[in-house]
T-cell receptor
Framework: DSGVTQTPKHLITATGQRVTLRCSPR?????VYWYQQSLDQGLQFLIQ???????AKGNILERFSAQQFPDLHSELNLSSLELGDSALYFC???????????????FGNGTRLTVT | AQKITQTQPGMFVQEKEAVTLDCTYD???????LFWYKQPSSGEMIFLIY??????QNATEGRYSLNFQKARKSANLVISASQLGDSAMYFC??????????????FGKGTHLIIQP
């Protein structure tokens, strides 16, 4: 058990809809990352938050947004969903604040999103 | 150019044999970190091993070791005495100070390892 909790495990929704994925990081970890894993794109970094502030953006679509709350849990909001958004969405957390430290990212079990 | 290259999409290995999973990386940073993760069919991502760019010795964690060849920008994962439970996807990843993901990781496309009895 990585200590990172993601809900829900599975989500099935229709095109055009909006969903929210939730993540609770490991106790003490201030950094939260969101990744998307699909067959064709592999593991893609979406966005990182550190202690409530956005720290870095990756290949995140404008239809997607995220936030990290004062209790450090994070939510990823996906709107105007398209078939191509079907993927496994991971949240990960780390105690690292920067640099190339040896603290790994600890991943949750992911939310499998299916858009029909 | 790809930051992390894993050239073996799939591998079949006999149980109890040693396995080497290849990983090459591309960075202009002097300081960076290299990680390996395992993803079983159940989907979770499991951290296996870490190697820092300044570490002179190869990292080891139980049956896992990392064959780090800095000049060749190579960070191969070696699994000794493979077991059926080692069947999974394996991802090589890199953390760079100048990476677009801040202090996150950039992943390779993975190697699907299947251990045969």
């Amino acid at each position: 058990d990585s200590g990172v909790t993601q809900t829900p495990k599975h989500l099935i929704t229709a095109t055009g809809q909006r969903v929210t994925l939730r993540c609770s990081p490991r106790s003490g970890d201030l950094s939260v990352y969101w990744y998307q894993q699909s067959l064709d794109q592999g593991l893609q970094f979406l966005i990182q938050y550190y202690n409530g502030e956005e720290r870095a953006k990756g290949n995140i679509l404008e239809r997607f947004s995220a936030q990290q709350f004062p209790d450090l849990h994070s939510e990823l909001n996906l709107s105007s969903l398209e078939l191509g958004d079907s993927a496994l969405y991971f949240c990960a957390s780390s105690e690292e604040t920067g640099g190339i430290g040896d603290s790994p990212l600890h991943f949750g079990n992911g939310t499998r999103l299916t858009v029909t | 150019a790809q930051k992390i290259t894993q050239t073996q999409p799939g591998m079949f290995v006999q149980e109890k044999e040693a396995v080497t999973l290849d990983c090459t990386y591309d960075t202009s940073d002097q300081s960076y970190g290299l990680f390996w993760y395992k993803q079983p069919s159940s989907g979770e991502m499991i951290f296996l091993i870490y190697q820092g760019s300044y570490d002179e010795q190869n990292a080891t964690e139980g049956r896992y070791s990392l064959n780090f060849q800095k000049a060749r920008k190579s960070a191969n994962l070696v699994i000794s005495a493979s077991q059926l439970g080692d069947s999974a996807m394996y991802f090589c990843a890199m953390r760079e100070p100048s990476g677009g993901g801040a202090d996150g990781l950039t992943f390779g496309k993975g190697t699907h390892l299947i251990i045969q009895p």
